[in-house]
């Protein structure tokens, strides 16, 4: 996935989907992030508690209509 001329990097938040462009891995925070980085790119975010995505043992991750 290409990063280029996307949005000022932010820190990513509990629940932030985000995608890390220098491993190509998707993550789902579960607590807040360090710092803002140009290498995290914040996809969307579920609205759910800290607890409750720490608790997961699955998730399913649908498109919005």
Do not use: C, K
Request: charged content about 15%.
């Amino acid at each position: 996935m290409d990063t280029a001329g996307t949005f000022e990097p932010v820190a990513a938040t509990v629940g932030d989907i985000a995608y890390y462009a220098p491993w190509g891995n998707v993550a789902l925070f579960y607590q807040d992030g360090p710092a803002p980085s140009p290498d995290l790119l914040v996809l969307g975010h579920l609205d759910v508690s800290a607890d409750q995505l720490g608790r997961a043992t699955s998730i399913t991750i649908e498109a919005a209509s």
